[in-house]
């Protein structure tokens, strides 16, 4: 099955700073990644997603990610954060013969203003 | 925009007690699935669902856990007698086709006392 790492744990940034968090996972075949976020005491919320073409994808709220297949990696960046991107990140995975997605451990991002 | 709905936020029981946790998915969704996650922990898989069937499920998901579609709207999840340990946020989702980004709930905060 599916695994999802993700580097971070907690990560604080100041407004305007740039973002990167790490995600690795282990898969034996293709998979499709996702981003989810999490903000307090909401629901998770779908950042973007790759399934296939060019790696480099772009979501909402200026997010973005990198699909490195030899590196079994799928970091998330943003150029310039904000106060309001202070949530919980999760990373996913999902094997493209299987229906059940894996998350990754979350990474908690605090923007201080 | 459409979204998933669950029912109750929050549900407080005591240990031993039966609880079913409720969901009405996306109406032209075909994949239903649920997951949890422990304060402070990742969101963790539980089963997922297609043609009235688990299709999926992970080691978590034993046998004091059942879900069921008992007609074409709803999609809940029973936990026969509840332990201090399922005490989590319980999310349900969906998707169609499986190969797309789920759609979460909002959650059902599960408290056993």
């Known amino acids: 099955a599916q695994s999802v790492s993700q580097h971070n744990h907690h990560v604080i940034l100041s407004e305007a700073a740039s973002l990167e968090l790490g995600c690795n996972y282990s898969?034996?075949?293709?998979?499709?990644l996702f981003w989810y976020v999490q903000y307090p005491g909401q629901h998770l919320q779908l950042l973007l997603k790759?399934?296939?073409?060019?790696?480099l994808v772009k979501g909402i709220k200026g997010f973005e990610a990198e699909f490195i297949k030899s590196k079994f990696s799928f970091n998330l960046r943003k150029p310039s954060v904000q106060w309001s991107d202070t949530a919980e990140y999760f990373c996913?995975?999902?094997?493209?013969?299987?229906?059940?997605?894996?998350f990754g451990a979350g990474t908690r991002l605090t923007v201080k203003p | 925009e459409p979204e998933v709905t669950q029912t109750p936020s929050h549900q407080v029981t005591q240990m031993g007690q039966e609880v079913i946790l409720r969901c009405v998915p996306i109406?032209?969704?075909?994949?239903f699935y649920w997951y949890r996650q422990i304060l402070g922990q990742k969101v963790e898989f539980l089963v997922s669902?297609?043609?009235?069937?688990?299709?999926?499920k992970s080691e978590i998901f034993d046998d004091q856990f059942s879900v069921e579609r008992p007609d074409g709207s709803n999609f809940t999840l029973k936990i026969r007698s509840t332990k201090l340990e399922d005490s989590a946020m319980y999310f349900c989702?969906?998707?169609?086709?499986?190969?797309?980004?789920?759609?979460f709930g909002s959650g059902t905060r599960l408290t056993v006392v």
């Open positions: 790759y399934f296939s073409g060019d790696p």
């Open positions: 109406s032209n969704h075909l994949y």
């Open positions: 669902f297609y043609n009235n069937e688990i299709s999926e």
């Open positions: 989702a969906s998707s169609s086709p499986s190969l797309y980004g789920y759609t």
């Open positions: 898969y034996g075949g293709t998979v499709n």
């Open positions: 996913a995975v999902r094997g493209y013969n299987n229906n059940d997605m894996r």
